[in-house]
């Protein structure tokens, strides 16, 4: 099962399809195109900021370790590694990168495959945007200092796991 995170550019279009089409699904999770061409990634989703970063990073490597064989050797492993951690992060780098231009997240779709997952999500979001109504916006709640939850379920409450129900 694929999770993709799905967000609405900050511009509204006029036609329902547009604005359909203009909607960006982030897989969450590794990715491997990140991990064999990273640079074409970035240039693909035009993350120019992440790009100009990892450009920096991997030319330092060489000046950080030297140019003798064993530096040769460490900046090479280093360098691996950074594309494995890139690998790990990017689709949340393109996530930040999204939301820094303005878009904002509009939902979570599951499925298969990206093909099931667009199919999940239009079927509840279809619905919604004609009525011509919107999930209302969450404003952030101020966290509560030493705010206790009981240990024992009241009556009536259900209990799932251990746990009490929120």
């Known amino acids: 099962m694929t999770v ?3 967000y609405q550019p900050p511009s509204e279009a006029p036609d329902l399809a547009e604005r359909a089409d203009r909607l960006a699904f982030v897989k969450e999770g590794f990715s491997w195109a ?13 993350m120019w900021i992440e790009l100009i970063v990892l450009v920096l990073l991997y030319i330092a490597l060489p000046v950080v370790f030297g140019t003798d064989v064993r ?10 590694a950074i ?5 790990f992060e990017a689709n949340d780098l393109r996530s930040f990168s999204l939301e820094r231009r303005g878009y904002r997240l509009v ?8 093909t099931e997952a667009e199919r999940s999500f239009f079927r509840a979001w279809l619905p919604r945007q004609a009525k011509g109504t919107r999930a209302p916006e969450r404003a952030a709640e101020p966290r509560r200092e030493r705010e206790t939850t009981p240990l024992v379920p009241r009556e009536g409450e259900e209990v799932i796991g251990l746990f009490p129900r929120p």
């Open 83 to 87: 594309a494995v951690l890139f690998g």
């Open 4 to 6: 993709y995170s799905v």
């Open 34 to 46: 990140a991990l064999f061409v990273p640079l074409l990634w970035l240039i693909y989703y035009r």
């Open 107 to 114: 939902g979570v779709a599951s499925g298969r495959d990206r």
């Open 71 to 80: 530096g040769e050797m460490l900046a090479g492993w280093a360098s691996l």
